[in-house]
């Protein structure tokens, strides 16, 4: 059973930084591609960036510029980097392994547990 273990969140003032971690169960090379998501109460969970085993990328449109995403093969990790954070990025935040580049779910899909991101005002 493929694990994925996110860490890194917490509680950021507007304009700060954060940086996300998933470190997987298995060699991060297996998966296609991986991804960032995240929910907030009552709304469907959102692709907020994705990177393919090759490195291609995707952004969410409100992230793109201040989000960067990135994978080390070598470590098992994925990462996020969150700069300019702003409060309507308050969310949990969910590491997957499995879905495309653009968020469709093409075979298996493994997530996290998710962590949560708080940017006060």
């Known amino acids: 059973q493929v694990q994925l273990v996110e860490s890194g969140g917490g509680l950021v003032q507007a304009g700060g930084s954060l940086r996300l971690s998933c470190a997987a169960s298995?060699?991060?090379?297996?998966?296609?591609?991986m991804g960032w998501y995240r929910q907030t109460p009552g709304k469907q969970r959102e692709l907020v960036a994705a990177?393919?085993?090759?490195?291609?990328?995707n952004y969410a449109d409100s992230v793109k510029g201040r989000f960067t995403i990135s994978r080390d093969n070598a470590k098992s990790t994925m990462y996020l980097q969150m700069n300019s954070l702003k409060p309507e990025d308050t969310a949990v935040y969910y590491c997957?392994?499995?879905?495309?580049?653009?968020?469709?779910?093409?075979?298996?899909?493994?997530w996290g547990q998710g962590t949560q991101v708080t940017v006060s005002s």
């Open positions: 990177i393919t085993r090759g490195g291609s990328t």
């Open positions: 298995i060699s991060i090379f297996s998966f296609n591609a």
């Open positions: 997957n392994a499995g879905r495309s580049l653009l968020g469709l779910q093409i075979g298996y899909d493994y």
